[in-house]
Nanobody, 126 residues
Framework: QVQLVESGGGLVQAGGSLRLSCTFS????????MAWFRQAPGKERDFVSA????????YYADSVKGRFTISRDNAKNTVNLQLNSLRPEETAVYYC???????????????????WGQGTQVTVSS
Protein backbone atom coordinates (compact mmCIF):
# COMPACT_ATOMS: atom_id res chain seq x y z
CA GLN A 1 0.00 0.00 0.00
CA VAL A 2 1.20 3.49 -0.78
CA GLN A 3 0.68 6.48 1.48
CA LEU A 4 -0.31 9.82 -0.07
CA VAL A 5 -0.18 13.26 1.51
CA GLU A 6 -1.45 16.35 -0.30
CA SER A 7 -0.37 19.92 0.31
CA GLY A 8 -0.59 23.31 -1.31
CA GLY A 9 -4.26 24.14 -1.11
CA GLY A 10 -5.53 27.51 0.01
CA LEU A 11 -7.60 30.58 -0.82
CA VAL A 12 -7.06 32.35 -4.12
CA GLN A 13 -8.94 34.91 -6.16
CA ALA A 14 -10.53 34.01 -9.47
CA GLY A 15 -7.87 33.95 -12.16
CA GLY A 16 -5.17 33.09 -9.68
CA SER A 17 -2.90 30.06 -9.39
CA LEU A 18 -2.03 27.34 -6.91
CA ARG A 19 0.36 24.43 -6.94
CA LEU A 20 -0.73 21.21 -5.26
CA SER A 21 1.71 18.50 -4.30
CA CYS A 22 1.15 14.85 -3.48
CA THR A 23 3.99 13.16 -1.64
CA PHE A 24 3.89 9.38 -1.81
CA SER A 25 5.70 6.77 0.26
CA UNK A 26 5.51 3.10 1.09
CA UNK A 27 5.09 0.49 -1.61
CA UNK A 28 5.69 2.72 -4.60
CA UNK A 29 5.90 1.65 -8.21
CA UNK A 30 7.25 2.69 -11.57
CA UNK A 31 4.03 1.66 -13.29
CA UNK A 32 0.37 2.40 -12.94
CA UNK A 33 -1.27 5.78 -12.56
CA MET A 34 -1.33 8.72 -10.18
CA ALA A 35 -4.30 11.07 -10.41
CA TRP A 36 -6.01 14.09 -8.98
CA PHE A 37 -9.73 14.26 -8.28
CA ARG A 38 -11.83 16.99 -6.72
CA GLN A 39 -15.07 17.03 -4.78
CA ALA A 40 -17.25 20.04 -4.08
CA PRO A 41 -19.80 19.97 -1.25
CA GLY A 42 -22.81 17.87 -2.16
CA LYS A 43 -21.28 16.71 -5.43
CA GLU A 44 -19.56 13.61 -6.70
CA ARG A 45 -15.82 13.17 -6.79
CA ASP A 46 -14.67 14.18 -10.27
CA PHE A 47 -11.58 13.30 -12.27
CA VAL A 48 -9.19 16.20 -12.86
CA SER A 49 -5.94 14.79 -14.20
CA ALA A 50 -3.76 11.68 -14.28
CA UNK A 51 -0.19 10.68 -15.01
CA UNK A 52 1.07 7.36 -16.32
CA UNK A 53 4.07 6.48 -14.18
CA UNK A 54 5.82 4.33 -16.77
CA UNK A 55 5.30 6.39 -19.90
CA UNK A 56 4.77 9.84 -18.44
CA UNK A 57 1.59 10.32 -20.49
CA UNK A 58 -0.80 12.85 -19.03
CA TYR A 59 -4.58 13.10 -19.08
CA TYR A 60 -6.96 15.93 -18.24
CA ALA A 61 -10.63 16.58 -17.81
CA ASP A 62 -11.88 18.76 -20.66
CA SER A 63 -12.74 21.56 -18.25
CA VAL A 64 -9.12 21.98 -17.10
CA LYS A 65 -7.17 21.40 -20.31
CA GLY A 66 -4.80 24.26 -20.99
CA ARG A 67 -5.03 25.57 -17.44
CA PHE A 68 -3.87 22.70 -15.21
CA THR A 69 -0.61 20.77 -15.54
CA ILE A 70 0.28 17.48 -13.85
CA SER A 71 3.91 16.50 -13.37
CA ARG A 72 6.14 14.18 -11.39
CA ASP A 73 9.26 14.97 -9.41
CA ASN A 74 11.10 11.67 -9.03
CA ALA A 75 13.73 13.09 -6.68
CA LYS A 76 11.05 14.23 -4.21
CA ASN A 77 8.56 11.39 -4.74
CA THR A 78 5.85 13.89 -5.55
CA VAL A 79 3.18 14.36 -8.16
CA ASN A 80 2.29 17.99 -8.63
CA LEU A 81 -0.73 19.74 -10.06
CA GLN A 82 -0.32 23.32 -11.22
CA LEU A 83 -3.66 25.11 -11.26
CA ASN A 84 -3.85 28.31 -13.32
CA SER A 85 -6.72 30.63 -14.19
CA LEU A 86 -8.81 29.24 -11.38
CA ARG A 87 -12.56 29.74 -11.35
CA PRO A 88 -14.93 30.03 -8.36
CA GLU A 89 -16.76 26.87 -9.42
CA GLU A 90 -13.51 24.95 -8.96
CA THR A 91 -13.70 25.39 -5.22
CA ALA A 92 -13.42 21.86 -3.84
CA VAL A 93 -11.34 19.43 -1.87
CA TYR A 94 -8.65 18.10 -4.16
CA TYR A 95 -7.53 14.52 -3.65
CA CYS A 96 -4.48 12.64 -4.83
CA UNK A 97 -5.02 8.99 -5.76
CA UNK A 98 -2.95 6.04 -6.92
CA UNK A 99 -3.68 2.97 -9.01
CA UNK A 100 -0.27 1.36 -9.08
CA UNK A 101 -1.41 -2.04 -10.32
CA UNK A 102 -3.41 -0.66 -13.20
CA UNK A 103 -2.21 -1.47 -16.70
CA UNK A 104 -3.64 -0.38 -20.01
CA UNK A 105 -5.86 2.65 -20.38
CA UNK A 106 -6.16 5.38 -17.80
CA UNK A 107 -9.27 5.35 -15.66
CA UNK A 108 -11.26 8.45 -14.75
CA UNK A 109 -13.38 6.55 -12.23
CA UNK A 110 -12.59 6.99 -8.53
CA UNK A 111 -13.39 3.34 -7.81
CA UNK A 112 -10.43 2.25 -9.90
CA UNK A 113 -7.97 3.97 -7.56
CA UNK A 114 -7.06 2.09 -4.39
CA UNK A 115 -4.98 4.61 -2.46
CA TRP A 116 -6.10 8.11 -1.49
CA GLY A 117 -4.74 11.09 0.33
CA GLN A 118 -6.70 13.06 2.92
CA GLY A 119 -7.41 15.92 0.51
CA THR A 120 -6.50 19.60 0.42
CA GLN A 121 -9.00 22.44 0.25
CA VAL A 122 -8.91 24.84 -2.69
CA THR A 123 -11.15 27.89 -2.38
CA VAL A 124 -11.50 30.32 -5.28
CA SER A 125 -13.17 33.63 -4.45
CA SER A 126 -15.00 35.70 -7.03
Amino acid sequence: QVQLVESGGGLVQAGGSLRLSCTFSGRTSSSGYMAWFRQAPGKERDFVSALNLSGQSTYYADSVKGRFTISRDNAKNTVNLQLNSLRPEETAVYYCAAALRRIGMVSRAPDDYDSWGQGTQVTVSS
